[in-house]
């Protein structure tokens, strides 16, 4: 069997010593990262943000896989910039770091098998969507392809939908918003914050009708919701105390449904304050288009008051603490 020179076995003993200090180094590299993270939190935890960012930028230095590090590292940059101060060169880079760790934690974090590490990286989307918002960069073209990965990932979670539909909205491309809102509601037609979303929506452009369907729908789905059918009711009275084209028809149509779909709330919780008022204001406005001095209109209005006093009764007693 043939020996090693002296040279072959000097270079054979580098080579070991070698392999042993990476794995030092990099032991004492993870060590470093921890205690800085540690430190790190401290400071995040007190809103610290200046102090926190130096100290995570210490951890990635140190330990660049401690990917939770990033978002921390991004949103201490996103604390420190200012909206006030937009336009300032300082100011404005904090913005980019934060973005550029935004991205690092969401590509480390999103697809992650531990389901803390996998909230971490959907925050990390979130939050790099908000960046590009109206206050912060106005740059709805890069935050639309950030929601749609939000989709992908979470193709159930209906707030990644009405992400995705605000940017089409703002942008004035309606019928994509409504086909993400739409979208939404085949991704999880039993959550009511869907149809709410819906009916602000269509709410914002003038469809009444669209409106008033999706509160219906919402109804629906929480048939012992007193809230739901309370709500209904506050659109029409808006509806019809605010519309000035509506035809005297449409405007006793509206107040009538109005009427309807508070009772229903009240049938549900007798003692609904919110209910009560807006009976109230739903009689008066019935009274207003009765005759003048009828006996209609004084027990309309007659009604209305005994609401009102009842409401502002139960008000006084919450208020005292009495059940």
Not at 163 to 176: F, M, P, S, V
Not at 256 to 262: F, T
Request: glycine share 6%.
């Amino acid at each position: 069997m043939r020996s090693l020179s002296g040279a072959s076995l000097a270079m054979a003993a580098v080579l070991a010593f070698g392999g042993f200090a990476s794995v030092g180094c990099a032991k004492v590299g993870e060590i470093k990262a921890k205690k800085a993270f540690k430190s790190a939190n401290q400071a995040y935890q007190t809103q610290d943000y200046k102090k926190a960012a130096a100290l995570y930028e210490e951890t990635v230095a140190a330990d660049p896989e401690l990917a939770s590090a990033y978002f921390y590292l991004g949103n201490s940059y996103d604390n420190l910039y200012k909206p006030s101060k937009k336009g300032e060169p300082e100011n404005d880079a904090l913005l980019t770091k934060a973005v550029e760790n935004y991205q690092k934690a969401a590509e480390k974090l999103s697809s992650s098998n531990d389901p803390a590490n996998k909230k971490l990286g959907t925050l990390s989307l979130q939050y790099l969507v908000a960046s590009y918002g109206p206050d912060k960069l106005n740059d709805p073209a890069k935050a639309e392809p950030v929601v749609q990965r939000m989709i992908q990932l979470e193709p159930g979670e209906p707030a990644n939908y009405f992400a995705l539909a605000k940017i089409y909205e703002d942008a004035g491309a309606y019928e994509e918003a409504e086909k993400m809102l739409q979208s939404a509601k085949q991704a999880k037609p039993s959550d009511p914050a869907v149809y709410m979303t819906l009916a602000g929506y269509y709410n914002r452009q003038g469809r009444f009708d669209k409106t008033i369907e999706a509160l219906e729908e919402r109804a629906q789905k929480e048939p012992n919701n007193p809230e739901a059918f309370y709500t209904i009711a506050t659109y029409y009275w808006d509806e019809a105390y605010r519309d000035f084209k509506l035809k005297e028809s449409e405007k006793k149509a509206f107040v009538g449904k109005g009427v309807e779909a508070v009772d229903h709330a009240l049938q549900i919780k007798p003692d609904y304050t919110e209910a009560l008022v807006y009976k109230n204001l739903l009689l008066r406005l019935q009274a207003n288009m009765e005759v003048n001095g009828s006996d209609k209109q004084k027990e309309l209005i007659k009604e209305a008051d005994r609401l009102r006093d009842k409401a502002q009764e139960l008000r006084k007693q919450k208020a005292a603490g009495v059940s």
